[in-house]
C-alpha cells in the first residue's frame, strides 16, 4: 500500500460513515456500503466529495481506483489516471 492510498483510507474512515467498509485492495481501495445505499446517489456525489478531500491529502498523488459497492451494484472512480485508464497503451 502507497501513502497516499493510506491517507485516503484513513480519511475515509475518519468520516465515521455507518456500516461503510473501507478497505485496501491492490492499489485500489473498496468501499462496500449497506445494501439499503442508494449507490446512484453516491456516484452523483462522488467527484465533489473527492474533490473537498483532496485538499487534506498532501502525499505525492498517485493513481487510485475507488470502487464503491453494495450488495447489489457497483461502481468505480479513479482520480488521477494512468494512461490505462484513459485508453492509451
Do not use: C
Request: glycine share 2%; net charge negative.
Amino acid at each position: 500500500m502507497n501513502a497516499y492510498q493510506q491517507k485516503w483510507i484513513d480519511v475515509l474512515r475518519a468520516a465515521n460513515l455507518k456500516d461503510w467498509k473501507i478497505e485496501p485492495l491492490n492499489d485500489d481501495i473498496v468501499v462496500e456500503m449497506p445494501h439499503i445505499t442508494d449507490l446512484k446517489l453516491i456516484r452523483d456525489r462522488v467527484p465533489e466529495v473527492i474533490a473537498a478531500f483532496s485538499l487534506d491529502n498532501n502525499e505525492p498523488k498517485e493513481r487510485l481506483k475507488f470502487i464503491f459497492k453494495n450488495d447489489v451494484e457497483r461502481f468505480e472512480y479513479v482520480i488521477n489516471p494512468g494512461q490505462s485508464d484513459l485508453g492509451q497503451p
